[in-house]
């Protein structure tokens, strides 16, 4: 028979040397955590993509200029939202903590989105500047108008790669591949020529402390609607420490080589690679597109990397790789999961092939993410998220809010200073995910062994998870019913082999003459690819609640 819970026993698992407290105040701010770092390991390499290394001195000193050049020559002041939209390149770091040392609050938005998505996240974080990737540029020129972006600056690939290297990529991506799409943009300003400007301003920190607000990181949270959950430099410390810490029984501050196929804007990598892994003084290989496995397998021969962050799509698609088996992985250290549920098949077939467990973590935006990681020393289980990570609580509540016994089902709730102080602007929907106590409400189901494991066994919000990224089915519902032949419309998510879910749409017609393929052909336009519906079955009527309410549940 189950036994009502008992504070903190997992504390009793913690590996050794690992404490069960972290201080997120250690550091007044990111600012100086990411100067700190600079000095330590200033000649160490801090991040590398395509074979071009920059040191921790090299972004100290290029991330300084950017800075001084927000300052002066654009007068954004502390506070001001800035977003920074491309894959992962160099030019991310330098933006990033540029951005960060002018007491800026970044706002990371997806470069594939559409411009309908674009447009949405612009006109409700209300930014001054934007960095873009110039690929992505004519999206941006279709909505720019309505929106409060003051200062547009366009980078290029290769715009921090050495001469002749960058001239050479940056021709071939704008004449020979042809990805520079054509716009109209006037008054816009080059990356480079950003960092050179800075270079001959003067700059003058803002002060800054832990309570103020550094990132706007856009999620849908428990309630549905894409909302930006507001991430204070403690919230970003206290979660960077936490992992840090976490890892000390494996990894060696200065040593480790670490592979970045997650996007830099995802919160996960963000918070885990371009920060905590930054901070243990390590080398950051930074992947622009995972998808070329043929590039991406090269890199990994070359990098002998001793950390991997991924998602268990991407160990999934690197197993399946015929060329994955002429890799040597021995330097592997240490794979982390997150991001999404864990196949244990993939998990399994990883180890065999790797030698290197998969350790598996939980977490979510309003989190800044981590919540909970198995253990690195051996003792992680699989099919868990494993325990709660350094001054972190949890427990498991019924739908009175009351703790259940060890074992029973409930939503997992958490406290810790990495939580969110709330949603940008939606007072109403942060009431929604806090107790009265102050705990996060995290819409999961999970279960809690009697010595602390966690595991995830149902989703009470309505979320699906498409490799990773949150897909929000009010979001697809209105797409599609924008479409004038569309009477009713209903998205969940469906157990998919390579995504763990994807997008199925149920529809309602209004005009019988609608098809699959066209209805597939709208929301291409209007949704980003893991988004899109991959299945949609035609119904005559949804099912719902006497008051209206789609029961997504009885479509599943």
């Known amino acids: 028979m189950s036994t009502a819970p008992r504070d903190k026993t997992w504390l009793d698992l913690y590996p050794s040397g690992v404490r069960a407290e972290i201080d997120p105040a250690y550091y007044a701010n990111l600012r100086d955590l990411f100067e700190e770092t600079c000095r330590i390991y200033a000649d160490h390499t801090a991040f590398s993509n395509r074979d071009f290394p920059l040191s921790f001195r090299e972004i100290d000193v290029k991330s300084k200029h950017f800075a001084a050049f927000l300052q002066t020559e654009l007068g954004l002041k502390k506070g001001d939202r800035i977003v920074l939209q491309m894959p992962n390149l160099l030019q991310y770091p330098v933006a990033l903590f540029g951005a960060i040392r002018a007491g800026l609050v970044v706002v990371n938005m997806n470069p594939l989105y559409t411009s309908s998505e674009m447009e949405a996240t612009l006109k409700d974080s209300n930014p001054s500047a934007i960095v873009i990737l110039e690929n992505f540029v004519d999206k941006l020129e279709t909505v720019l108008a309505n929106t409060t972006i003051r200062h547009v600056i366009l980078t290029e690939?290769?715009?921090?790669?050495?001469?002749?290297?960058?001239?050479?990529?940056?021709?071939?991506?704008?004449?020979?591949k042809r990805m520079i799409p054509a716009h109209r943009l006037h008054q816009t300003i080059s990356f480079r020529s950003a960092l050179s400007r800075g270079a001959r301003a003067s700059f003058k920190p803002p002060a800054l402390s832990g309570s103020d607000l550094v990132f706007l990181q856009y999620t849908g949270g428990t309630t549905g609607v894409s909302k930006a959950a507001m991430l204070s430099h403690t919230n970003m410390l206290a979660n960077l420490f936490q992992m840090v810490e976490w890892m000390k029984p494996k990894l060696e501050p200065g040593k480790e080589i670490v592979i970045a196929a997650l996007p830099l804007y995802h919160v996960f990598c963000?918070?885990?690679?371009?920060?905590?892994?930054?901070?243990?003084?390590?080398?950051?290989?930074?992947?622009?597109?995972?998808?070329?496995?043929?590039?991406?397998?090269?890199?990994?021969?070359?990098?002998?990397?001793?950390?991997?962050?991924?998602?268990?799509?991407?160990?999934?698609?690197?197993?399946?790789?015929?060329?994955?088996?002429?890799?040597n992985l021995s330097s592997l250290k240490v794979t982390v999961a997150g991001g999404m549920a864990l196949k244990e098949s993939v998990a399994k077939e990883w180890t065999k092939r790797t030698g290197t467990p998969v350790i598996e973590g939980y977490g979510l935006t309003e989190a800044s993410p981590v919540i909970s990681c198995n253990p690195l020393d051996g003792h992680d289980r699989l099919g868990t998220i494993g325990i709660p990570v350094p001054s972190t609580d949890v427990k498991i509540v019924d739908e009175k809010g009351i703790?259940?016994?060890?074992?029973?089902?409930g939503e997992l709730c958490a406290k810790g200073p990495?939580?969110?102080?709330?949603?940008?602007?939606?007072?109403?929907?942060?009431?929604?995910?806090?107790?009265?106590?102050?705990?996060?409400?995290?819409?999961?189901?999970a279960t809690q062994s009697a010595d602390g494991f966690l595991k995830i066994v149902d989703r009470k919000k309505d979320m699906i998870l498409v490799s990773g990224f949150n897909v929000y089915p009010n979001e697809v519902e209105e797409v599609a019913m924008r479409n004038p032949k569309v009477l009713d419309a209903a998205a969940i998510g469906i157990p998919d082999e390579h995504s763990g879910e994807v997008v199925k749409l149920v529809v309602v017609k209004k005009d019988p003459s609608l098809t699959e393929a066209e209805l597939m052909a709208y929301c291409k336009t209007e949704l980003t690819g893991y988004k899109r519906p991959k299945v949609i079955e035609f119904r005559t009527e949804l099912p719902k609640t006497n008051v209206g309410k789609i029961l997504r549940r009885e479509l599943k």
Request: aromatic letters at 12%; hydrophobic letters at 45%.
């Open 157 to 176: 690939i290769g715009d921090l790669f050495a001469f002749p290297k960058r001239t050479l990529i940056n021709f071939v991506v704008r004449y020979v």
């Open 270 to 327: 963000l918070t885990v690679n371009c920060l905590g892994l930054f901070h243990l003084g390590a080398h950051n290989v930074l992947i622009t597109n995972p998808r070329d496995f043929s590039d991406f397998i090269r890199t990994l021969k070359k990098a002998k990397p001793t950390v991997l962050t991924a998602v268990s799509t991407l160990l999934g698609g690197l197993l399946h790789d015929s060329r994955f088996s002429t890799v």
């Open 403 to 409: 703790r259940v016994p060890f074992g029973e089902r």
């Open 418 to 445: 990495q939580v969110m102080s709330g949603y940008w602007k939606k007072p109403e929907e942060t009431a929604l995910v806090f107790d009265a106590d102050g705990w996060l409400k995290t819409g999961d189901i």
